[in-house]
């Protein structure tokens, strides 16, 4: 009888993925299924770190800026320092104390003619 394990990511394309390595022969069935388990806790790690950090900022919602701010400033993520180092941070780059943000004109009531 076989178990079947619950996983959020597919164990189906982990293997397949890694066996376009041709240095990779035979995978052992519970081997794609180790790596879905540690991807899956590797992805909750990172996205409580980021949330932590949008929380920190007081956002709404989660954005790759927080993302990128993780990464940058935790030291387990390190290795992807790299990836987003190209991703711009929108957060340095707004204007200190809305200095040149527009200013919206009130508007009129309308007047209807009779």
Do not use: W
């Amino acid at each position: 009888m076989k178990k079947k394990y619950k996983t959020k990511f597919p164990v189906a394309r982990i293997k397949k993925i890694m066996q376009l390595d041709e240095d990779v022969g035979k995978v052992a069935q519970a081997t794609p299924i180790l790596i879905s388990k540690a991807l899956e806790l590797f992805m909750q790690s990172l996205i409580d770190q980021a949330c932590q950090e949008s929380r920190e900022r007081s956002a709404k919602r989660l954005t790759v800026a927080h993302l990128k701010k993780t990464i940058e400033t935790v030291d387990k993520f390190d290795f992807l320092k790299d990836i987003v180092s190209s991703i711009p941070d929108p957060l340095e780059s707004q204007p200190a104390d809305n200095v040149n943000k527009p200013i919206r004109a009130s508007r009129k009531p309308r007047v209807k003619d009779e």
